[in-house]
């Protein structure tokens, strides 16, 4: 006898508790994360002050410090670290979730699941049209970031202390790596 598997809809698991972690669904799989390290947090908060002053004081749309659900097709949703989406987005701040590609992505590496961040992830946001990606390294202190040209993600620089990130979505933005680390 064999199992038919059904992949998951966003409207399949939306109000499952949010208690348990972090749910995410990639292909239709349901995937839910641990709580992140007290270290991963703190890097987030980081990043969330400087980035989060920088879009509100040149009002430049909403930019979220905390996972924020993100659909990206009926059968792949995200709750990215943080994220910016531009003012010339529809965002409806009632709504529990923003269906469609962030501007930005910023995600911060867990040692317990690197690969989901550097390949899972990387994948499916250049898929579905992120137009920025960074990944944050806590283990080798960096910041990679990505911008999509040709439907396809290329390397615009990898940032360590001292050497201030660059941003396309983001221009003019000023953070050193030391700061978040």
């Given amino acids: 006898m064999s199992t038919v598997l059904k992949k998951l809809t966003w409207e399949d698991i939306k109000d499952l508790p949010e208690s348990h972690g972090r ?5 239709g799989e349901l995937v839910v994360s641990p709580t992140p390290s007290l270290r991963h947090q703190t890097i987030c908060d980081r ?5 989060g002053d920088y879009v ?22 995200y709750e990215p670290d943080l994220c910016f989406i531009a003012n010339d987005r529809r965002l409806e701040l009632d709504s529990p979730y923003f269906e469609g590609a962030p501007d930005l992505i910023i995600e911060v590496i867990s040692e317990s699941n690197r690969s989901h961040d550097t390949v899972v992830k990387f994948r499916d946001y250049e898929r579905f049209g992120v137009r920025e990606y ?4 806590p283990r080798e202190e960096h910041i990679r970031v990505f911008v999509r040209e040709g439907g396809a993600y290329r390397t615009l620089g990898v940032f360590s202390r001292g050497e201030p990130v660059r941003s396309h979505v983001l221009e003019g933005v000023t953070l050193d790596p030391a700061a978040v680390f």
Avoid at 47 to 51: G, Q, Y
Avoid at 134 to 137: E, K, N, Q, T
Wanted: charge should be negative; charged fraction near 15%.
């Fill in 56 to 77: 509100h004081h040149r009002g430049l749309g909403h930019f979220f410090g905390r996972p924020v659900h993100v659909i990206l097709s009926e059968h792949v949703h």
């Fill in 47 to 51: 990043l969330a002050a400087v980035l």
């Fill in 23 to 27: 749910t995410e669904l990639v292909d």
């Fill in 134 to 137: 960074w990944i944050v390294d």
